[in-house]
């Protein structure tokens, strides 16, 4: 069974960084970073699988960036240059598959705010 905690969450002003932290306890392959504003769907943000390939939604290729501390059971987002359309409550997930559809993730952790003020 895996578990996953997410941290690191908090309000920034736009143009300011944050750095999500989520500590993973079970066997997993691909995780995730997904997102979900008030009102809209849950949408993929960036997925690492073991290898350490990574993609990108295009709203945050370049600001973003995941990683993994294998040692440390820890999955990262470092996120730069933040925009107020990035407040939402972050998720991190993991899965079986290679894909930013949050639909193919089945465990997820219970999530971290990130308010951005213009």
């Known amino acids: 069974q895996v578990r996953l905690a997410e941290s690191g969450g908090d309000s920034v002003q736009s143009g300011g960084s944050l750095k999500l932290s989520c500590a993973v306890s079970?066997?997993?392959?691909?995780m995730g970073w997904f997102r979900q504003a008030p009102g809209k769907l849950r949408e993929g943000v960036a997925v690492?699988?073991?290898?350490?390939?990574?993609n990108y939604a295009d709203s945050v290729a370049g600001r973003f960036t995941i990683s993994q501390d294998n040692a440390k059971n820890t999955l990262y987002l470092q996120m730069n240059r933040l925009k107020p359309e990035d407040t939402a409550m972050y998720y991190c997930?993991?899965?079986?598959?290679?894909?930013?559809?949050?639909?193919?993730?089945?465990?997820w952790g219970q999530g971290t705010q990130v308010t951005v003020s213009s």
């Open positions: 690492i699988d073991s290898d350490g390939y990574t």
């Open positions: 079970g066997s997993t392959y691909y």
């Open positions: 997930a993991a899965g079986w598959i290679w894909t930013l559809d949050a639909s193919f993730y089945a465990s």
